[in-house]
């Protein structure tokens, strides 16, 4: 089974910026694309950033310039560096990871971690 955890949140000032990162942990799997989506509250889930395994990636019109998607594919990691925050960027943070194990192919999900954003 592949599981997914995410770090690196907490409470920071407008302006600042935050790193998250997700692992990935299992056995014989590999990972195509992994990505970092966010819930604020009372909204629903939105996409922020994704990269394949080959490295190309996709961002959210919101935080174009400011946040930067990148992965580890030896140590199947996926981080984002979170730059110029604001205060609507509060919400719960978390990591996808789509691929494959020997038997089935996996969409699977981490247990998030809250990022706040102080004016």
């Known amino acids: 089974q592949v599981q997914l955890v995410e770090s690196g949140g907490g409470l920071v000032q407008a302006g600042g910026s935050l790193r998250l990162s997700c692992a990935a942990s299992?056995?014989?799997?590999?990972?195509?694309?992994m990505g970092w989506y966010r819930q604020a509250p009372g909204k629903q889930r939105e996409l922020v950033a994704t990269i394949t395994s080959g490295g190309s990636t996709t961002y959210a019109d919101f935080v174009k310039g400011r946040f930067t998607i990148s992965r580890d594919n030896a140590k199947n990691m996926v981080y984002v560096e979170m730059n110029s925050l604001k205060p609507e960027d509060t919400g719960v943070y978390y990591c996808n990871a789509m691929g494959k194990t020997t038997f089935r192919l996996f969409d699977i999900w981490g247990q998030g971690t809250q990022v706040t954003v102080s004016s």
């Open positions: 299992g056995s014989d799997f590999s990972i195509n694309a």
